[in-house]
């Protein structure tokens, strides 16, 4: 499980979230919601150790990780799939699965790489940097296997992809939550986000304005009495 209790945080002197809380249970796919600017990608960085908090605690799987790196929180079970993609563009593909890849486990990475992602078994020798949007996006996916994770947070990933590869991502995270596998997700298509998700948390201003079972924001009239927009589909 993971637990963000009352984080306050930001960057500099500008604080982005106030006293926010949020737990992520075994098992679990919680989608974080809210308008740009509400501090969804702040919230991810403290949870994956990318930025401290100013106050709170962060605690997985029962221990306080408040703090602690991102190399330390990969160790700990959660995987990290940052907006932007999150490889290596000047190695090649088949260089970017053997580092994702567990030690003495390639083989077995590469397999499942193109077994889940066919598109990237005519890249291995190809920079990654040079793949396609889609393509980029599926080969950052595959950490989320790989790596063999307790729990991965996930921002936008389909962000500026075409809806026939959204499709795919929205695949391969729903074969990831079958396994077992936690996911805090920070996603665009809402609908979407919410159809997978069992709770759902919205944030407005670097605060908490809801939280509870995803089923509860299904109806357009309860989310736009939060944010005044209208959900996309």
């Given at each position: 499980?993971?637990?963000?209790?009352?984080?306050?945080?930001?960057?500099?002197?500008?604080?982005v979230l106030r006293d926010v809380s949020l737990s992520v249970p075994d098992s679990k796919v919680?989608?974080?919601?809210?308008?740009?600017?509400?501090?969804?990608?702040?919230?991810?960085?403290?949870?994956?150790?990318?930025?401290?908090?100013?106050?709170?605690?962060?605690?997985?799987?029962?221990?306080?990780?408040?703090?602690?790196?991102?190399?330390?929180?990969?160790?700990?079970?959660?995987?990290?799939?940052?907006?932007?993609?999150?490889?290596?563009?000047?190695?090649?593909?088949?260089?970017?699965?053997?580092?994702?890849?567990?030690?003495?486990?390639?083989?077995?990475?590469?397999?499942?790489?193109?077994?889940?992602?066919?598109?990237?078994?005519?890249?291995?020798?190809?920079?990654?940097?040079?793949?396609?949007?889609?393509?980029?996006?599926?080969?950052?996916?595959?950490?989320?296997?790989?790596?063999?994770?307790?729990?991965?947070?996930?921002?936008?990933?389909?962000?500026?992809?075409?809806?026939?590869?959204?499709?795919?991502?929205?695949?391969?995270l729903a074969q990831i939550v079958s396994t077992g596998v936690s996911v805090l997700l920070v996603?665009?298509?809402?609908?979407?986000?919410?159809?997978?998700?069992?709770?759902?948390?919205?944030?407005?201003?670097?605060?908490?304005?809801?939280?509870?079972?995803?089923?509860?924001?299904?109806s357009d009239e309860i989310f736009e009495r939060y944010f005044g927009i209208e959900i996309s589909?």
């Amino acid at each position: 499980m993971l637990e963000l209790e009352n984080i306050t945080a930001g960057y500099g002197d500008t604080v982005v979230l106030r006293d926010v809380s949020l737990s992520v249970p075994d098992s679990k796919v919680v989608a974080l919601l809210g308008p740009n600017g509400a501090g969804k990608t702040t919230l991810l960085r403290v949870a994956s150790g990318l930025i401290k908090p100013m106050s709170g605690r962060v605690i997985l799987n029962g221990q306080d990780v408040t703090g602690k790196k991102p190399f330390y929180m990969c160790r700990k079970g959660l995987c990290n799939l940052p907006e932007g993609r999150g490889i290596f563009p000047s190695l090649t593909v088949r260089d970017n699965l053997i580092l994702q890849s567990p030690k003495g486990k390639e083989t077995a990475t590469i397999e499942r790489a193109v077994e889940s992602f066919p598109a990237l078994a005519t890249r291995m020798k190809q920079l990654a940097g040079s793949l396609s949007g889609g393509e980029q996006q599926m080969l950052a996916l595959v950490r989320t296997f790989a790596s063999e994770p307790r729990i991965v947070v996930v921002d936008e990933a389909s962000l500026g992809l075409a809806p026939i590869i959204v499709d795919r991502i929205f695949e391969t995270l729903a074969q990831i939550v079958s396994t077992g596998v936690s996911v805090l997700l920070v996603e665009q298509y809402v609908t979407r986000a919410l159809a997978l998700a069992d709770e759902a948390c919205l944030l407005n201003r670097g605060q908490v304005v809801f939280s509870g079972p995803a089923d509860d924001l299904q109806s357009d009239e309860i989310f736009e009495r939060y944010f005044g927009i209208e959900i996309s589909a």
